[in-house]
């Protein structure tokens, strides 16, 4: 009997994860697996590519996890600079384009991943195409960002312009401040990390600025100018004019689903494709996506969402994989727990914000406190802001934001195995966590958040 063939379509995380799954449990002889890639790359870390540009990660190659030689080793036809330009789901084949060779080709299939990825947000915008200006979403792109800051040169100030002040904004401008560019972060939004409430914003802003990087909200970028070298030389606003030798887009990314979009695949409110608890898109029984390219469930708003991580992505891939080598695994969805810094400062959420629990109906009450991640008389505490979102009367929380330093973005895990359980917060204020003065004060912040949001509640309910 002939071997089943498998096509991925993707590989980084999600597609390589799947094949690699689905080979351990089904050997060549039962599953041929061929996987597609446009790129340079495989299985890399995109969410370690800012810290590769500052220099605090020596070497690209320290973010790559396994390369195409190591995965073709385990019987997996890794096709890397071959883009599949047209999926024929009637037919069930694909059309390969080998950019090397210029080669066109079809490719069958029995099963297929599709894994394609996000791309970085680029508004269609006068100069936006103009060298100089980068988005940051593969190596390749790591890789085009750091031969222009050398174009750039050492003498003089030199200047980079950050677009967005979300999770890629703010870690690009540590990047640039590191590397000796004088900062300036453009954000349409009221704050910087829209994906805080503004009141904590307003804390990212401040430590900001005390960094010396230069934030300037409300800005909403209306142009790219460049000079007569024709390199990108300034950046116009509808507030301003900014000089810059380089720009980085930091606006955020959304789902690559064009190939699927056009082969008539179901896509969501956010231009994710959709697919089932097992990873199947919705509707075809030998198709399944996974990574940045799909929308999750979100267990807190009961809707779907795009979430471009790794860690989902890793998950996607080895549910993915089991259900294609003959296993069995399913992705429940998400609570949207990120974490980030900038310098020193880091950065955590999980759960909704104000305006989400607004935007699906829910009452809530919320409550802020400030504290420290150590004992207060132990050398080298240093304060932290928690913020607590419960419903209103239930008391079931619905989200944590966290703004500080010395360990304070990991605390946010706490509050995301609380928002998995369905747990209240008064439920919260009862849980047995780790104490010593050099870790924690005796009432750890996020408990001390769920005592003042359990008043909160009852204040509310009477």
Not at 67 to 89: A, G, N, S, Y
């Amino acid at each position: 009997m002939a071997a089943e063939r498998l096509v991925v379509i993707g590989g980084d995380a999600a597609g390589m994860s799947a094949a690699s799954q689905a080979r351990r449990l089904k050997g060549a002889d039962a599953l041929e697996i061929v996987a597609f890639e446009r790129g340079h790359f495989t299985s890399y870390s995109a969410c370690g590519i800012p810290y590769w540009v500052s220099g605090d990660v020596e070497a690209r190659d320290d973010l790559i996890a396994r390369t195409p030689e190591e995965h073709r080793q385990r019987d997996i036809d890794l096709r890397m600079r071959t883009e599949v330009t047209e999926l024929d789901v009637p037919g069930r084949r694909v059309k390969a384009l080998d950019r090397e060779t210029g080669k066109m080709y079809w490719t069958g299939f029995d099963k297929l991943v599709i894994a394609t990825g996000a791309r970085p947000v680029r508004p269609a915008l006068p100069g936006m195409d103009a060298p100089g200006v980068h988005g940051v979403q593969t190596l390749d792109d790591g890789q085009a960002l750091l031969d222009s800051l050398d174009a750039v040169g050492s003498g003089g100030e030199r200047r980079a312009v950050v677009v967005g002040a979300g999770y890629i904004g703010v870690e690009m401008a540590e990047a640039m401040l590191e590397r000796g560019f004088a900062v300036t972060v453009l954000n349409r939004g009221e704050q910087p990390m829209a994906t805080l409430d503004p009141d904590m914003g307003r804390l990212v802003h401040d430590a900001m600025d005390g960094l010396g990087i230069t934030t300037v909200n409300g800005a909403a970028v209306t142009r790219i100018l460049t000079g007569p070298d024709g390199r990108v030389s300034e950046v116009a606003t509808d507030a301003g004019t900014y000089p810059a030798d380089v720009v980085v887009l930091g606006i955020g990314v959304e789902p690559e689903t064009a190939l699927a979009r056009g082969a008539g695949l179901p896509v969501g409110p956010h231009g994710g494709l959709l697919t089932d608890l097992s990873m199947r898109v919705v509707g075809h029984e030998n198709i399944w996506a996974g990574g940045d390219c799909v929308e999750v469930l979100d267990l807190v708003a009961g809707r779907t969402r795009h979430i471009a991580l790794g860690t989902h992505a890793n998950k996607h891939g080895q549910v993915i994989g089991s259900n294609v080598g003959g296993g069995y695994g399913t992705f429940p969805g998400v609570v949207g727990t990120a974490v980030s810094k900038v310098c020193d400062l880091e950065i955590a959420r999980t759960g909704l914000r104000e305006k989400d629990a607004r935007a699906v109906g829910l009452r809530y009450v919320t409550a802020t406190i400030e504290s420290t991640g150590r004992a207060g008389y132990y050398p080298g505490a240093k304060p932290m802001t928690v913020k607590m979102i419960a419903e209103y009367r239930t008391g079931r929380l619905l989200g944590v934001q966290i703004v500080g330093r010395d360990g304070a973005a990991k605390r946010v895990d706490v509050a995301a195995v609380a928002l998995t359980a369905g747990m209240t917060v008064e439920q919260m204020t009862a849980l047995d966590l780790g104490y010593a003065p050099p870790f924690s004060p005796v009432w750890d912040p996020v408990l001390v958040a769920a005592r003042k949001t359990v008043t909160a509640v009852r204040g509310a309910g009477s």
